[in-house]
C-alpha cells in the first residue's frame, strides 16, 4: 500500500442521533478509479462532504498521502487547504459561478496557485501579465481537454446542461488536483452524452494521472469505468470489490433489489 | 434655474458620501450575507483621525494645506481600515457559521463600542473641524455655483468607484470576492481562503468609508462621536435602495437618496430633511422589493 493517497479509518458522521456514516474504512490508490455506490440516503455524499472538509468527521482518521509522501490528517481543516493539498470535487446538483464566463470559473480554480497579489494587479507589470496569461493559457486548454473551448465566452448559467456538468469538472480540475471526487457526474445526462462522459474520465485518468473517486447511479457508467466498488447502505460499508465481484454480491443485490 | 442648479450640487455632494460609505454595506453583504452595523463608524472614526492628525500638523508644521490633507487623508484611510480589518477579526469571523441574526448583534454591540471609545477618548461636544481643502482660485465662492470641496467630493468618489470596479473585474482577488458572494463553499472548494476574502472586503469597505469620513468632515465644518450613525443608516437605506449586495445598485441608491433628499429639503421643507431618504426608501420597496439594482433571489428547495 504504499501508493495509498487517500486513507478513511473507522470514519463514522453522526447527526444528532442520526448514524449518517458509521465505521467505515476506504483506502484509495493512486491513479485508480473508484465508485462509491449505495441507494438514496447511504450517506455518499456525506463520506464526500467530510473529505472535502464541509463537514467535521465524528470519529475517525481521514489521511492524504501528499505527492511528496507528506501524509497530512485533514479532518476539520479548511476546504480551501484541503484544495490545496489536492482534492478536488463537483456536486450533484450543479453549482458553477453562473454569472461568469465559462472560461472565468475555470480560472477561478487556478486561483490557489496564482503568486501576484493586489500591487502586481495595481502596476501590471510583467510577470503578473505573465501569469495572468499563463492561467488563461492554463484554463483554455482544460476547456479544450473536454471539448468546451467553443462556449468559453458564455456565461456559465446559459451553457446546455450537458456543458454544465462538464464544466464543473474543468473546475475542479484546474485546482491541479490528485483526487478528484465526482459527485453524480451522469445525473440528468442522455445516453450519447453518459458516453462521452464516461471516455472523459478515463482520460483525465489516463492522461492527467488523476485518482478518481465518484459516486453514481448509473450502473452502466459504474460498471464499466470502475476498477473497484464500495457499497454503502444505511451508513454500513457492505461489500468491497471489483464490479464482476460486486455484481454476485448478495448483500449487494439485497440492498438494492429488496429480498 | 441658479437655485435648482444648486440642489443638484448639493445632492450630487450628498450622494458621494453615502456612495462611499454605502459600497462597504453592499459588499460585506453581498460577500457574507451580513449587515456590518458597525460600518458608520468606521466611517466617523475616519474623520476624528483626520481632524487629530491635520490638527497636529497644522500647529507643529508649516505645510501647504493640501499636504496636510493629503496626510491626514493617508492616516485616517490607514487608520479606519485596521479598525475594519479588526472588527471583522473579532466580532464576525468567530461568527461566520452562526445564525445570521447572531453576527447582526454582535454588530450593534461593536457599533455601540467603538461610538462610545470615541466619546471616551475624544469628547462628546461637536468639534470644529477646519477645512484643509484649500480653494481653487476660478471657483470663487459666490461666483460659481460649486465649491472647491464639493468639487473635490465628486471628482473623489467617481475615481474610488472607477478603481473599484476594475478590482472587481479584473483582479484576482475581486475575482474570488465574486465567487464567493455567488457561492461561499464552492469558493472554498476551488481554494479561495475565505479569511483573506474577509480581510480584503473589510478593508476596502473601510478605507471608502474613511475617504468619505474626512470629506464630509471638510464639508461641513463639524463632527462628533455620533455622525456615523444617521449616516450609517442613511447609506444603509441607499445600498438597499439600490439593491443590496450589488456595486453600481449602492452608487445609483446613493445618488438617488442625495438627489431626493436636496430637492426635498429645497422645495418642500428642510425640517424633514431626514425623512425624505426613508419615504424614498419606502416607496421603492412597495414596488421593487430586490432594491433597483437587486436582483430577485430565487429559493430553491
Known sequence: MSDTILDIRN????????????????????????????????????????????????????????????????????????????????????????????????????HTRL??????????????????????????????????????????SNLPYGP????????????????????EPAAGMNLAETKRLDYIISKIRDEEQITILLIEHDMNLVMSIAERIYVLDYGELIAEGTPAEIKANPAVIKAYLGE | MEYFLQLVLAGLTKGSIYALIALGYTMVYGVFKLINFAHGEIYMIGAFTALIVGGALQITTDLAPSMIFLISLVAAIFFSAAHGATMERIAYRPLRQAPRLTALISAIGMSLILQNYVRLAQTSDFLPFHSMIPDIPWLTPGVSPITTTQLTIVVTTVVVMISLTLFIKFTKMGKAMRAAAQDRIMAQLVGIDMNRVATYTFVIGSVTAA???????????????????????????????????????????????????????????????????????????????????????????
Open chain 1, 11 to 110: 470514519f463514522s458522521m453522526i447527526f444528532g442521533g442520526l448514524h449518517a456514516v458509521n465505521c467505515v474504512n476506504i483506502h484509495i490508490d493512486k491513479c485508480e478509479i473508484v465508485a462509491l455506490i449505495g441507494p438514496n440516503g447511504a450517506g455518499k455524499t456525506t463520506l464526500f462532504n467530510c473529505i472535502t472538509g464541509l463537514y467535521t468527521p465524528t470519529e475517525g482518521d481521514i489521511t492524504v498521502y501528499n505527492s511528496n509522501k507528506k501524509t497530512v490528517r485533514i479532518n476539520g481543516l479548511n476546504p480551501n487547504k484541503i484544495t490545496e493539498l489536492g482534492l478536488a470535487r463537483t456536486f450533484q446538483n450543479i453549482r458553477l459561478f453562473n454569472s461568469m464566463t465559462a472560461l472565468e470559473n475555470v480560472m477561478i480554480g487556478c
Open chain 2, 211 to 301: 475617504i468619505g469620513g474626512v470629506l464630509i468632515a471638510n464639508h461641513m465644518g463639524q463632527i462628533n462621536f455620533y455622525i456615523g450613525f444617521l449616516a450609517g443608516i442613511k447609506a444603509f437605506v441607499a445600498a438597499v435602495l439600490g439593491g443590496i449586495g450589488s456595486i453600481p445598485g449602492a452608487v445609483l441608491g446613493s445618488f438617488v437618496l442625495g438627489m431626493a433628499e436636496s430637492f426635498g429639503a429645497g422645495y418642500i421643507s428642510s425640517a424633514y430633511e431626514d425623512a425624505f431618504a426613508f419615504i424614498i426608501l419606502i416607496i421603492v420597496l412597495i414596488f421593487k422589493p430586490s432594491g433597483l439594482l437587486g436582483r430577485n433571489e430565487v429559493e430553491k428547495v
Open chain 1, 115 to 156: 503568486k501576484a497579489g493586489i500591487l502586481g494587479a495595481i502596476l501590471r507589470d510583467g510577470k503578473t501579465r505573465a501569469e495572468e496569461q499563463g492561467v488563461i493559457d492554463t484554463s483554455m486548454g482544460i476547456l479544450k481537454k473536454l471539448k468546451l473551448e467553443r462556449y468559453a465566452n458564455e456565461t456559465a
Open chain 1, 164 to 183: 454544465q456538468r462538464l464544466l464543473e469538472i474543468a473546475r475542479a480540475m484546474a485546482t491541479e488536483p490528485q483526487l478528484l471526487l465526482l459527485d
